[in-house]
């Protein structure tokens, strides 16, 4: 999706339905710079906006999202070209959601074991080197949690016996048995547990 191609659209549909930007605004309850945002193409609007938004512009959802008007002849083509726009989105997404995740393990990891290094050479044993060991495991789980929910968050775990796949919640996927990012999970649909590999892709 064109974002600049869309907030240019809302402000021509805007201009031509009469409304000042703060006009607009307060029919939709947020406020006038939301409503620059989008014009300007930094931010789209949310979800739960655009149905009333389309509404006060006399256009539909389709049309919001092509920034343009569209015709009956081309409606089904621009409808095909939509949905790959938006599974493209949501895969680039997901692919950047998926290198955080990697990056917060490998930083988490790199400074747990330079900790642990400097813990056992550099603080001399007894109480404190315990504190400091145990102080650093404790932290370094935080990330861990985080990388986690994450890792929930996109995609799916299919099931080895029947290839269905497996969205869980994130205790589902906490207390699970794993092996880097494949879970041991019971399956909702053959009623089996297996090792559930992730997948992107849902």
Not at 95 to 114: E, G, N, Q, Y
Not at 175 to 202: D, E, F, I, Q, S
């Amino acid at each position: 999706m064109d974002q600049i191609k869309i907030g240019r659209f809302i402000a021509e549909c805007r201009k031509k339905a009469g409304f000042t930007q703060l006009q607009l605004a307060e029919k939709l309850g947020i406020t006038d710079k939301a409503i620059s945002k989008w014009e300007r193409g930094i931010a789209m609007p949310d979800t739960s906006i655009m149905l009333p938004l389309c509404d006060i512009l006399c256009i539909s959802v389709n049309e919001l999202l092509s920034g343009e008007k569209i015709n009956m002849e081309n409606n089904d083509q621009k409808n095909e070209q939509l949905l790959l726009d938006m599974a493209k989105e949501l895969e680039k997404k997901n692919k950047t959601i998926w290198s955080s995740m990697w990056a917060i393990m490998i930083v988490s990891m790199t400074a747990l074991f330079a900790g642990l290094f400097i813990a056992a050479y550099l603080i001399p044993e007894g109480v404190w080197q315990l504190v400091t060991v145990l102080a650093l495991c404790i932290v370094f789980l935080i990330p861990c949690f985080y990388a986690l929910k994450l890792e929930v968050s996109v995609g799916a775990y299919k099931c080895k016996q029947c290839g269905h796949e497996i969205v869980p919640t994130y205790s589902q996927a906490l207390w699970a048995m794993h092996r880097g990012t494949t879970r041991y999970l019971k399956c909702p649909v053959c009623n089996k547990r297996t090792w559930c590999k992730k997948v992107l892709k849902k």
